[in-house]
């Protein structure tokens, strides 16, 4: 797991690098995101937040040995997720609805739609994949099939999809929040 997230973690560095570059070097850079997207944004945060310490809870029970605490919490982390993603293509229907698409927008550079887009898109990828994931361990620690060593594998993954949003919230959403 731990050379998956290194290799992972190069793949983000350089789409968040990509995504950087093309934002400074466009002088049209758009600034779309108002205050409901922000407010969008950060209720999506706050959900990935909760799901890391509902996983983190999930890892601690299944290291003492409570099966159901283990399975409860897992399912809640990867509901958690499930949530993030609804949050996640509302935000993409109403950029669509605005006439944004991958290398055209009404705003300014066209390519703004396309490292949006990417960007967010392989995040929420990785989120769709960590649901899957979380409830397959979920029911194969209920079953006995896996191990609390299995749970925490799980945990890490999940936790490293988390803290890459860390950096996509502000980069992406706060850092072009419409200021007029």
Do not use: Q
Request: proline share 3%; aromatic share 16%.
């Amino acid at each position: 797991m731990w050379l998956f997230i290194v290799s992972d973690a190069i793949t983000f560095s350089a789409v968040i690098f990509a995504y950087g570059y093309l934002r400074l070097a466009a002088a049209d850079w758009p600034r779309p995101f108002v205050a409901a997207s922000i407010g969008n944004a950060t209720v999506m945060t706050f959900v990935l937040l909760s799901s890391s310490v509902a996983m983190v809870l999930a890892v601690r029970a299944s290291s003492l040995g409570k099966v159901s605490g283990a399975v409860g919490w897992l399912v809640a982390t990867a509901l958690g997720g499930v949530v993030f993603d609804i949050l996640h293509i509302r935000e993409w229907l109403g950029l669509i609805g605005e006439g944004v698409r991958p290398f055209h927008n009404p705003w300014g550079t066209p390519m703004f739609g396309a490292a949006f887009f990417t960007m967010t898109g392989l995040h929420m990828l990785h989120v769709t994949i960590g649901v899957v994931y979380l409830l397959v361990v979920a029911v194969g620690f209920g079953r006995r099939k896996f191990s609390a060593t299995d749970v925490e594998v799980s945990g890490l993954y999940w936790h490293f999809v988390d803290l890459v949003w860390m950096f996509i919230f502000p980069l992406v959403y706060l850092l072009s929040a419409k200021t007029a």
